[in-house]
């Protein structure tokens, strides 16, 4: 079973620039996770999506990121504009109905 | 609001030893408890999970951890850490209503491992 796809694998931006990650989850996943981890720290979830629905994006800093799954399957997440605190690697995650979330090797991003 | 706390940032510990990492949590009712694994540069793998029944739990690799109620904890252990072991160590709390609810992560442990 092929798992969690996420791409690029790095990124390395200027402040002030935009970025977007993509996130393949496994097939017949229908809830998939953004988290972000800061270098020494666990990761933090972004958004929740059932589907091609958001079930909760309270910690999403929604002025400057935005994510969308529009099709119920791949979804993107974007920063814009980026600063320098929004360096970390940032985690896609699927789980299916009973199942625990699967995470993909993540994006890691230097905004410089 | 639900918490996961891992004291201890670092261990090292000798091949061959004894491994015991901690977690505490904070949370309202009974969790779903998780501990993954970290590796430099990569994603994170699911050990072993907690969800009802024998608070035993046994994991890949070798792991186990043992949820106890009354001390709101889940630590990890292994009787005999191999040098491979030596990566990040995160655990994590989600709601018991769903297994692929958004999780609560602590903030991890680094583990070495000395020849």
């Known amino acids: 079973e092929a798992g969690v796809a996420q791409s690029p694998r790095y990124k390395i931006i200027e402040k002030r620039q935009s970025v977007a990650f993509w996130c393949n989850p496994i097939s017949g996943h229908a809830t998939l996770y953004w988290y972000q981890q800061i270098l020494g720290q666990g990761p933090k979830l972004l958004i929740q999506?059932?589907?091609?629905?958001?079930?909760?994006d309270s910690q999403l800093p929604k002025d400057r990121f935005s994510a969308e799954r529009l099709k119920g399957v791949d979804s993107t997440l974007k920063i814009q504009p980026a600063k320098l605190e929004d360096s970390a690697v940032y985690l896609c995650?699927?789980?299916?109905?009973?199942?625990?979330?699967?995470f993909g090797q993540g994006t890691r991003l230097t905004v410089v | 609001a639900q918490s996961v706390t891992q004291p201890d940032i670092h261990i090292t510990v000798s091949e061959g030893a004894s491994l015991e990492l901690r977690c505490n949590y904070s949370y309202g009712a009974t969790p779903y408890l998780f501990w993954y694994v970290q590796s430099p540069g990569q994603g994170l793998q699911l050990l072993l999970k907690y969800f009802s029944g024998d608070t035993l739990v046994q994991g890949i690799k070798g792991f186990e951890a043992e949820f106890k109620r009354s001390q709101s904890s889940f630590n990890l252990r292994k009787p005999s850490v191999h040098w491979s072991d030596a990566a990040e160590y995160f655990c994590a709390v989600g709601p018991n209503n769903n297994a692929g609810n958004m999780l609560t992560f602590g903030g991890g442990t680094r583990l070495m491992v000395k020849p």
């Open positions: 999506f059932q589907n091609n629905g958001v079930v909760d």
């Open positions: 995650a699927s789980a299916g109905l009973g199942t625990e979330a699967f």
